[in-house]
């Protein structure tokens, strides 16, 4: 029962993260902060429900592939978020000051 509601606030909390970061998107106007509230929102909202998902893993091995995803989308989305917003920048995209 503990872990049920436990896994059910992690997932809540990790949706309630990504509809903001939505709003947010919506909020802003530059392309650099859009960037920057995607990436945020996106890791966060996904490790918050993943963490959910780990907390009412059945066995090991399915724990381990949550938390092997895990550890790649910490690799991979700063990442490609900083070959999207470099790209921009090098292609002569600037904002407005």
């Known amino acids: 029962m503990t872990k049920e ?10 949706l309630l993260s990504t509809a903001v970061g939505v709003f947010g998107l919506f909020k802003f106007k530059a392309f650099y902060m ?10 966060v909202g996904m490790l918050l429900m993943l963490s959910g998902a780990c907390v009412m893993a059945p066995n090991t091995a399915f724990l381990l592939k ?27 995209y600037r904002t407005k000051s």
């Open 5 to 14: 509601i436990i896994a059910g606030g992690l997932i809540v909390l990790g």
């Open 34 to 43: 859009r960037l920057l509230v995607s990436a945020n929102v996106d890791t």
């Open 66 to 92: 949550i938390i092997l995803i895990m550890v790649l989308s910490l690799i991979t989305t700063p990442l490609s978020n900083h070959a999207t917003a470099r790209s921009a920048y090098t292609s002569g």
